[in-house]
C-alpha cells in the first residue's frame, strides 16, 4: 500500500498484493474515524477477515457434524475507540452468523463454539479485545 | 467517539470445496470478493483471504500511524510505500507479520525514520490487536 502526506490530511492506496483481488482502495484518517463516506479502513478490513474466517471455520465444523452448510450468512461489526491513554485500539468485534443446515440445535452451539475456537482471526482478536458470536440456525 | 466498521460474507458448503464471498462492507469500498480455502492454505489464486485482509489492514493502519508520528517530529512523507507480508499456518494460526516501509521524507535522517517507524509498529491499533499473539517484524528504510 503507499501512503501520501501527513496522517491528518494524507491519503492512502491499498492494494491485496498476492491475490490481486483488490487494488487501490482509497482510506485517510477522516473517513477511518468519521463518516466513511466510500473509504474502506484497517478496521474495515479487519471486519471482512473477521467475517471470512468465521464463516469457514464454522463451516468446517459444519461438515465435521456431518452437516455442511447450504448458507452460511457472517457479518462482524469491528469497535475502535480511544482508550484511557488516548491511543486508539480495536474494542471489540462482534458476530452475526445465520446458518442454513441440516442439523439439530445442540450440535449447532457445539459447532459455533468450536467455530469461535478454532478461527484464528478470532483469537488474535480475542488476545487484546472481545469477540462476541450471535449464532442463529435457520430452516433449510 | 466509538467507530464502527463492518462486513458481511456469505459461504455455501463445506470448508475445502466450498465457496464463500465478501458480498458488502459498510463503506461499499469493495466487494463482492470470492474467498476460499484453496487461497488461505494451498495455492494463492485469484480468490482474496483472511490473511490477507489482515496484511492490508495492517499496511494501512501502520501507514497512517507512521506518517502521524513523522508529523509529529516535524516531517511530511512525500510517500510511504508498505508491504505487510502475514504468514498462516494451518492449525496453529497467524504466527508472523512482516511490515516493510520505504520512505520518501524529506529532510529526514535514517535514523530518525527507524525510530519512528518502531514506534509505529508498536502502536498502531492493528498492531495492538495482533500482538501477543503474533511476531511483529519490521524493516524501514528511506529512499
Known sequence: MVWEGSSAKGRGAITAASSGAFAGLAYSEPAR???PDGETSPEELVAAAH???F????AAELTRAKAPPERLTVRAEVVIDEVESGDHRIVSSALTARARARIGEDAFRAAVEAADAGCPVS????GTATVSVDAELQEV | MATERRAEVTWSGDLLEGKGTIESVGSGAFGPLPVSWKARAEEQGADTSPEELIAAAHAACFSMALSGGLARAGHTAEALSTTATLTFVP???ITKSVLDVQGDVPGMDEAAFREAAEA??????VSQALKGNVELELSARLL
Do not use: Q, Y
Open chain 2, 91 to 93: 492449525g496453529t494460526g
Open chain 1, 55 to 58: 464463516a469457514m471455520s464454522l
Open chain 1, 33 to 35: 474515524i468519521g463518516a
Open chain 1, 123 to 126: 483469537a488474535l482478536i480475542r
Open chain 1, 51 to 53: 467475517a471470512a474466517c
Open chain 2, 120 to 125: 509505529a509498529k508498536e502502536n498502531c491499533p
